[in-house]
């Protein structure tokens, strides 16, 4: 990901640098808030295009739908314990309600309890530090 910083503010000086590969194009004088912010979304842009997304020292390989322990264990995945820690480890500094994390990753499911339970069969495979819980509030994701 490539965030141009420039004084050339023409469109024709943006359409340029977008086309020459740059992913975002700010013109100086520039907000350093602005700035941050541009970088916080091409941060996460990154995140949900990546094949593979680091939790800590290990990673979760989104091809293969499996963790990849510090020493190079493979450890298989469900669906739903997939989709769990991948919005976990998309979003890794952001607190999940178990609400929001029940609406987009367990749709169908009945009971309330699914997060914890899905959270609890995750730290058993992988490791305890891998969900970290934020008391009174929900989860966030941990490190390998």
Same mark, same amino acid.
């Given at each position: 990901?490539?965030?141009?910083?420039?004084?050339?503010?023409?469109?024709?000086?943006?359409?340029?640098?977008?086309?020459?590969?740059?992913?975002?194009? &700010?013109?100086?004088?520039? $907000?350093?808030?602005?700035?941050? #912010?541009? =970088? %916080?979304?091409?941060?996460? +842009?990154? @995140?949900?295009?990546?094949?593979?997304?680091?939790?800590?020292?290990?990673?979760?390989?989104?091809?293969?739908?499996?963790?990849?322990?510090?020493?190079?264990?493979?450890?298989?995945?469900?669906?739903?314990?997939?989709?769990?820690?991948?919005? &976990?480890?998309?979003?890794? $500094?952001?607190?999940?309600?178990? #609400?929001? =994390? %029940?609406?987009?990753?367990? +749709?169908? @499911?009945?009971?309330?309890?699914?997060?914890?339970?899905?959270?609890?069969?995750?730290?058993?495979?992988?490791?305890?530090?891998?969900?970290?819980?934020?008391?009174?509030?929900?989860?966030?994701?941990?490190?390998?």
């Amino acid at each position: 990901m490539a965030l141009m910083l420039t004084a050339a503010g023409t469109v024709d000086d943006r359409i340029d640098g977008l086309d020459a590969g740059a992913d975002d194009y &700010l013109v100086k004088p520039f $907000d350093l808030d602005e700035l941050s #912010a541009r =970088l %916080r979304a091409l941060c996460r +842009r990154a @995140a949900e295009l990546a094949d593979v997304l680091r939790i800590g020292a290990g990673q979760l390989d989104l091809a293969y739908r499996e963790v990849v322990l510090p020493g190079g264990e493979r450890v298989p995945l469900t669906t739903r314990e997939f989709g769990l820690l991948r919005v &976990l480890a998309t979003h890794p $500094d952001t607190v999940h309600t178990r #609400a929001s =994390l %029940r609406r987009t990753v367990f +749709r169908d @499911a009945p009971s309330p309890s699914i997060v914890d339970t899905y959270v609890y069969y995750l730290r058993t495979k992988v490791g305890r530090s891998a969900v970290h819980t934020v008391q009174g509030q929900g989860y966030r994701l941990g490190a390998l």
